[in-house]
């Protein structure tokens, strides 16, 4: 099993960052990918980021482009989001996942463990 931790939320004002950290703990080794997923009220979940453990390589939602970026600490077994340039409707929960799929991971079916998540609220 892994356990994934997020932390890094709260209330910023739009304009703002916040960097968001997921620590992933357990039998790591068998992690390929990782990204970031998020949800606001009465929404549905929808992709965020996505880091490919093995390639390195990175995808992004269309409505985070440029403003948003994914990374990774291998020794820390840590994935960070830096968010800037929030926006209002930025706010949601976000969650961290984890996968033992090969490659940039872009839905939700395809990851293997979540975080618990953590509110991001971001205000007008």
């Known amino acids: 099993q892994v356990q994934l931790v997020e932390s890094g939320g709260g209330l910023v004002q739009a304009g703002g960052s916040l960097r968001l950290s997921c620590a992933a703990s357990g039998r790591t080794l068998n992690i390929y990918a990782m990204g970031w997923f998020r949800q606001a009220p009465g929404k549905e979940r929808e992709f965020v980021a996505a880091?490919?453990?093995?390639?390195?390589?990175?995808s992004y939602a269309d409505f985070v482009k440029g403003r948003f970026t994914i990374s990774r600490d291998n020794a820390k077994n840590t994935v960070y989001l830096q968010m800037n340039s929030l926006k209002p409707e930025d706010t949601a929960v976000y969650y961290c996942?984890?996968?033992?799929?090969?490659?940039?991971?872009?839905?939700?079916?395809?990851?293997?463990?979540w975080g618990q998540g953590t509110q991001v609220t971001v205000s007008s």
């Open positions: 880091n490919s453990w093995s390639s390195g390589s990175t």
């Open positions: 996942a984890a996968g033992r799929r090969l490659g940039v991971l872009l839905n939700s079916y395809e990851y293997d463990y």
